[in-house]
């Protein structure tokens, strides 16, 4: 544990209850005082492409190297919990585009409260069916993180509902994913975890329907069951946790779901010591580490 992360861990824990008592009401009040405050010009990078593409009304931010033959893809879903984009920074993108030779594609999914969790899983759905026009489908990684991870992990749940009208990504990364319905032995093991989880109380699924789906119209398989969902024909997938977060207590789950669905080419990694979606916090030792291992994951190794 390094450093960095002990010194944060009081003030974080400070904040724990205060967001555990958020209203939807408040959260709503909190999404849009961010979102009227945000604007995001794309870093110019020396070396680098940066172009813009509208997917429907999803604004897509697409870094490449220049001289690139543009035939493998990485489609970032940030995080953010659905009311900001927490975007990478200059260097990571440069990082993440040098040791993959990918493209970097950023869509700017719809957030709470004008979008739902299914507005931003068809807005996926249309960009995926935008990127395989220029990649092969098994050339595209879709990486993703926190709301970007329930986000790319139920796009592949999407394309399964739609009878597989588009074939599916050549692999999925999802980082510190969760579902609004769990089983109860999750629920136990993330009340085992509230004891080193800086940010999410241990009952914090709890709050996400009564926020997210407060009149119960979200189809199930978007609101997430790992429990019950279809991951039949989904490409290697690889899912991430840190090890204090409580999210980590779906992970069996998960592993169960996989095994049930005939999946082989998985992957279910916790990392000790480490908090929620941490290779996206790379001012951190475990976010620098963190994002070689993603990198890793990416380019298939």
């Not at 009952?203 to 978007?222: A, C, V």
């Not at 049930?260 to 000790?272: F, L, N």
Request: charged content about 25%; proline content about 7%; glycine content about 8%.
């Amino acid at each position: 544990m390094s450093l960095i992360y002990t010194l944060l861990k009081p003030m974080l824990r400070a904040v724990k209850p205060k967001r555990a008592a958020l209203s939807r009401e408040e959260w709503v009040r909190q999404a849009r005082k961010i979102q009227s405050r945000f604007h995001y010009e794309p870093p110019k990078i020396p070396g680098y492409d940066v172009r813009e593409e509208t997917v429907g009304d999803t604004r897509c931010v697409v870094f490449s190297k220049q001289s690139s033959k543009h035939r493998k893809a990485i489609a970032y879903y940030v995080g953010g919990g659905y009311i900001r984009y927490q975007l990478p920074n200059k260097k990571s993108i440069k990082h993440y585009i040098d040791e993959t030779g990918c493209d970097m594609w950023i869509p700017f999914y719809p957030l709470f409260p004008d979008g739902t969790m299914l507005d931003a899983v068809e807005a996926a759905y249309e960009v995926h069916r935008r990127m395989i026009r220029t990649y092969e489908p098994k050339s595209i990684r879709l990486y993703g993180l926190s709301a970007g991870a329930n986000i790319i992990v139920g796009l592949g749940k999407h394309i399964i509902q739609k009878d597989n009208e588009l074939p599916m990504p050549g692999l999925i990364v999802a980082v510190s994913g969760c579902n609004m319905y769990i089983t109860e032995d999750s629920r136990k093991r993330m009340d085992l975890l509230d004891k080193t989880d800086v940010l999410f109380p241990g009952d914090q699924m709890k709050l996400f329907k009564p926020i997210f789906d407060p009149s119960g119209t979200l189809p199930r398989y978007i609101a997430g069951c790992a429990a019950e969902d279809d991951y039949t024909g989904f490409p290697r997938t690889v899912l991430v946790y840190g090890g204090d977060e409580v999210m980590s207590g779906e992970a069996p789950e998960f592993e169960k779901a996989f095994l049930r669905c005939g999946m082989t080419d998985y992957e279910i990694h916790i990392e000790p010591n480490t908090f929620h979606a941490y290779p996206a916090f790379t001012f951190t030792p475990e976010g620098r580490r963190g994002e070689m291992q993603m990198i890793k994951y990416l380019k298939g190794e």
